[in-house]
């Protein structure tokens, strides 16, 4: 049995109490791979690569890495924190994610900073999952609509191809699985993004 087997009733109950604001990953530190995920908001399931970069380098001595920001798939703000499953041989076999969706208080407390005369925006930090292509498509998005002043919703067809070619600049559509990851995003078919990307800027 794998040793990351009997964590899974942990995450059930920890996504159970906070859906559907929650989504708790378990990746599999040895073949860099989630394991089991719950409430996938974030469009993962268990099997796909998990793209860590170096989970463990800011680690506490309590094996937590400490709580960070990074943008969802519709360029909402999840707060997220991680810690470090290990066996009895002090091995690192995991990492237990839990990623909440803070976008409604987020709202609430840009409405009472604009009251109380303004308050600082949480810094977005992505170290964790520098290489992750989906985050940082997510973290961009974000930009993009935070840049644009406008919601998911009312992308018109100009920022849809706009937002494609900026992805493309990056070379964040050479992944596999990226176009349709972004196709979901815009909510697009993935032959609406090649004939974007066919389009001259």
Not at 38 to 49: E, L
Not at 90 to 114: H, P, Q, W, Y
């Amino acid at each position: 049995m794998s040793f990351l087997k009997p964590f899974i009733p942990v995450v059930n109950a920890v996504s159970a109490l906070l859906h559907p604001h929650a989504e708790v990953v378990i990746h599999d530190l040895e073949t860099n791979k989630i394991f089991h995920i719950t409430n996938s908001f974030s469009r993962r399931k268990a099997g796909d690569q998990s793209l860590l970069s170096s989970p463990l380098s800011r680690m506490g001595k309590d094996l937590v890495y400490p709580p960070y920001s990074k943008a969802g798939t519709k360029g909402e703000t999840i707060r997220s924190v991680s810690a470090v499953l290990k066996n009895q041989e002090g091995e690192s076999k995991g990492l237990l994610c839990i990623n909440m969706d803070v976008s409604k208080f987020e709202k609430a407390r840009e409405l009472i900073g604009t009251i109380l005369g303004g308050m600082d925006s949480p810094k977005m930090e992505s170290e964790l999952f520098a290489y992750d292509w989906r985050e940082q498509m997510n973290l961009l998005f974000k930009e993009f609509l935070m840049d644009k002043n406008i919601g998911p919703e009312a992308m018109n067809r100009t920022d849809r191809k706009e937002f494609v070619h900026l992805l493309k600049e990056k070379g964040l559509l050479q992944a596999r699985k990226s176009v349709g990851y972004l196709a979901d995003i815009l909510n697009v078919t993935k032959a609406t993004i090649y004939n974007y990307l066919n389009d001259s800027p």
